[in-house]
């Protein structure tokens, strides 16, 4: 399995940036793709998650500002940030799992991750 991010950059606040992870596929025992970040010194904390039914998960932080999606015929999951703040400023990182379970924020339950896009907000 592999994960490409990509659409980090720098933004001011209030604007919008939208991120994607290229996947190989949801597959028998892969179900769910997640987005989660690290800002230096602190946690990776998870940000999003969607499972192979759209179901979406989200950190209470973005609620109502970050959007994830997905479009299955490219493999590809999207984050749309919106209303973008300082705080929001790390690397961003997809990942995967076998399902969207309730620690879905949890960075131990996943297993595969892409390399990170950095996200800088100012």
């Known amino acids: 399995v592999q994960l490409v991010e990509s659409g980090g950059g720098s933004v001011q606040a209030g604007g919008s940036l939208r991120l994607s992870c290229t996947h190989s596929g949801y597959t028998s025992s892969r179900h769910c793709m997640g987005w989660f970040r690290q800002a230096p010194g602190k946690e990776r904390e998870g940000v999003a998650a969607i499972n192979i039914a759209g179901t979406t998960k989200y950190a209470d932080s973005v609620k109502g500002r970050f959007t994830i999606s997905q479009d299955s015929a490219k493999n590809t999951v999207y984050l749309q940030m919106n209303s973008l703040k300082p705080e929001d400023t790390a690397m961003y990182y997809c990942?995967?799992?076998?399902?969207?379970?309730?620690?879905?924020?949890?960075?131990?339950?996943?297993?595969?991750w892409g390399q990170g896009t950095q996200v800088t907000v100012s």
């Open positions: 990942a995967t799992d076998k399902r969207l379970g309730d620690m879905w924020y949890e960075a131990f339950v996943y297993d595969t």
